[in-house]
């Protein structure tokens, strides 16, 4: 039998027939004099690991669902070349499952006095901050009996972003808002419009738009054109309470929220409003206030990486006083919450005239497509009574909306798909009308 490799060199030391040898270290070295030397020679000739120098570069920062790049610098100080074998370790969600240890695992060999990079891929499968582990090094000898191993502290993080899906509806929506402004089409006026210039009158007009005393100028008709009131303020709140916990669709009700949010807010600051955001249960736990346009959504993005759904039942009193607080004046808010029948009852129904009274309150809230096809379920009895179940959820849902409804209060209710153009749709009918 032709013999490779550690095999081949066992055997020629040792003496021992294959398939007869114990491969027992203690047993060999005992009775194996030359085995023992070439053990020990190995070992003596492996790059020492305490003295190796490690450095990190690469991304900080990654939207979930695409991949992130960290390189590790090994700089092996020693008169020894480095063989060695590596394991740089990062938590489970960093990697989609089943992939962790080919991702994290190399082999390198660094010259005397040289460094050698290796990169880690990393594919996060949750929102949040990923920060490296310990990395394990071990080096080899030139025969590859022996190795010395260590571990070593690098630190890094790397921030899992939103992954913001819905911006592909962004050009859409820009271009409703082109037309708001009177680019391509004429506004009815509203409370919050403003006159935008003259232009002669088609068929099809409003009346009301006419202006009579620069048509007196002037040999044609002419009317006015309005414009949405710029430098509103917008107010995003979003419910970090147990009910964001629920997941809908493989995903909790408050990713849904998070992205319709960003969507809202791109669209908003586009059209010159101002945007902040106050995510709340029992207590603040993210507040973006002041940013500029162009500064906005990185800095809700980067607030909203960490936000993580709270087992706690909201405080409807505080997430009101907060929300006063954070808009002193006549705003537009926003409350990305729960129509459970409960949570609005009795904790959002009593504060809710505080908002209206100074405010435009829009809720919005995640609802399920499962209800809805269990809705629609017949064929067998377990079909008929989970049908039943999901009209008599969708009832109460409808009568929650409608109870809002009547203090005044927007209520968009649409699945995680069509959450985010649904919310941005009714800003637009809100500018529209002329109500921010």
């Known amino acids: 039998m032709a013999l490779t490799g550690r095999a081949a ?11 007869i040898w114990d491969p027992g270290w203690s047993g060999i070295l005992a009775v194996n004099a030359p085995l023992a030397v070439a053990c020990a020679c190995d070992y003596a000739l492996a ?117 913001f899906t819905s911006r592909k509806h962004l050009p859409s929506k820009l271009a409703r808002l082109r037309e708001l402004d009177g680019r391509t089409s004429v506004l009815m006026r509203g409370e919050g419009t403003e006159f935008d210039s003259l232009r002669e009158y088609v068929p099809g007009d409003d009346t009301r738009s006419i202006d009579w005393r620069a048509t007196a100028r002037q040999s044609a008709v002419a009317v006015r ?11 995003l709140v ?10 809908v669709a493989d995903a909790p009700r408050l990713d849904a929220s998070m992205d319709a949010a960003l969507l809202l807010a791109a669209l908003a600051s586009r059209a010159g409003d101002r945007v902040d ?60 919450t729960s129509l459970d029948a409960a949570p609005v ?30 809705a629609g379920a017949r064929g067998n009895v377990d079909a008929v009574y989970e049908a039943a179940a999901a009209a008599q959820a969708q009832t109460e849902r409808h009568h929650t909306a409608e109870q809002l409804r009547r203090h005044g209060v927007t209520v968009v209710d649409a699945t995680p798909d069509d959450l985010a153009p649904t919310l941005a749709d009714a800003y637009l009918a809100l500018k529209t009308a002329g109500k921010l």
Request: net charge positive; glycine share 6%; aromatic share 2%.
């Open 9 to 19: 060199l066992l055997a020629a030391l040792g003496s021992l027939p294959v398939g």
């Open 47 to 163: 790059a020492p690991v305490r003295n190796l120098v490690h450095t990190r570069s690469g991304d900080t920062s990654v939207r979930l669902g695409e991949s992130a790049d960290v390189t590790l610098t090994v700089t092996n100080p020693s008169r020894r070349p480095l063989r060695a074998r590596l394991r740089d370790a990062w938590p489970p969600s960093s990697w989609q499952q089943g992939t962790e240890t080919a991702a994290s695992r190399h082999r390198l060999t660094v010259p005397p006095g040289e460094r050698r990079r290796v990169t880690t891929r990393l594919r996060p499968t949750r929102r949040g901050d990923r920060q490296a582990d310990r990395m394990t090094i071990r080096s080899y000898g030139p025969l590859g009996l022996f190795a010395r191993q260590g571990t070593h502290e690098v630190p890094w993080t790397v921030r899992v972003l939103p992954p």
């Open 225 to 235: 054109t309005w414009r949405p009131e710029r430098d509103r303020h917008i107010l």
């Open 238 to 247: 979003l419910d970090t309470g147990r009910t964001s916990a629920g997941r």
């Open 277 to 336: 955001l106050l995510a709340y249960d029992r207590r603040v736990r993210a507040l973006v206030q002041g940013r500029s346009a162009g500064d906005v959504l990185p800095s809700l993005v980067d607030a909203m990486a960490t936000l993580e759904p709270e087992l706690v039942e909201t405080d409807a009193r505080g997430l009101t006083a907060t929300a006063l607080r954070t808009a002193p004046r006549r705003s537009l808010i926003v409350l990305l």
């Open 345 to 374: 009852e009795e904790g959002l129904l009593p504060v809710l005239p505080q908002l209206t009274k100074r405010h435009t309150v829009l809720v919005a809230s995640v609802a399920d497509p499962l209800v809805a096809r269990m």
